[in-house]
């Protein structure tokens, strides 16, 4: 009976050390892999009294990656560019809070769960599953779950938003894409998706612009001053939209922007 609570016990500190590697695998980008084990940062639940003070603090440390993982969730996948889009498409109809921010925000987290996948799986089949099977170490473990997530910045930044905080870093020229840190992809990535976004963003404006610019000049011309344009172009706009099945587009334009 006593072993098998511990064995119980065991399971579960292990399924913990797996969750906290999963959520490390992601805030230990923002720090070099080799500096973050050179300070020690381990996942090891010893009892002994010698290591408590050690344990404390690296469970402090851990609590502060979890922390911000929120942040780094948005800004490390396709969660900011989805997110900005359908905002500009909420504006560009006029429509005011509709849809909510509550559905705005709930579709681009599943839009970027499902962008997101083959990543995610990759990292679990490379990285998590292997750790928790005994068959890596720690170490090993958050090199072979960053690969993946690197490579999918690499492929959406812009060689000039590169070249731009590479040369702000003040490093050597790099030769190849591993030789650029972590630290350095991760806000040249946020830039590309920003001006990635913008640019969908101005595409979806200019047919509802046309619309509002029609109205106006028609209301003009029958000297219907005191009527605001958004008022008669709104409609118009719902109508357009419903027609060419707008979320239709505009998700497949999202999720292939990526691929």
């Known amino acids: 009976m006593i072993a098998t609570v511990k064995a119980l016990g065991s399971a579960k500190k292990r399924n913990l050390k797996a969750l906290l590697l999963f959520f490390l695998i992601l805030g230990g980008i923002l720090v070099n892999t080799d500096s973050v084990l ?37 800004l490390m996948t396709s969660f900011t560019r989805t997110i900005i ?31 997101m996948a083959p990543t995610w799986n990759e990292i679990n089949t490379q990285a998590l599953q292997p750790y928790m099977q005994n ?3 720690q170490a090993e473990a958050l090199q072979q779950a960053e690969a993946p997530l690197r490579q999918f910045m690499f492929e959406q930044t812009r060689e000039k938003d590169l070249k731009l905080f590479v040369g ?7 030769q190849t894409y591993g030789d650029i840190p972590t630290y350095v992809l991760i806000p040249a990535f946020v830039i590309s998706e920003l001006k990635t976004a913008f640019q969908m963003g101005f595409a979806i404006f200019i047919p509802f612009m046309v619309i509002d610019m029609l109205v106006a000049s028609v209301l003009m011309s029958m000297g219907m001053m005191m009527l605001p ?20 587009l505009v998700v497949q334009s999202l999720v292939t922007s990526f691929y």
Do not use: Y
């Not at 008669?232 to 719902?238: A, D, R, T, Y």
């Open 38 to 74: 050179a300070a020690g940062l381990t996942l090891d639940f010893g009892t002994t009294t010698a290591e408590q003070t050690s344990s404390t603090l690296q469970i402090l440390l851990l609590l502060t990656v979890l922390s911000i993982a929120p942040a780094i969730l948005v």
């Open 85 to 115: 889009v359908l905002s500009f498409v909420r504006n560009a109809l006029g429509t005011q809070q509709l849809p909510p921010n509550q559905v705005i925000i709930g579709l681009s987290l599943f839009l970027t769960f499902f962008v």
């Open 135 to 137: 068959q890596m170490t």
């Open 168 to 174: 702000l870093a003040r490093m050597e020229q790099p």
């Open 229 to 248: 344009p958004m008022m008669v172009s709104l409609p118009f706009k719902i109508l357009l939209f419903v027609l060419v099945d707008g979320w239709h």
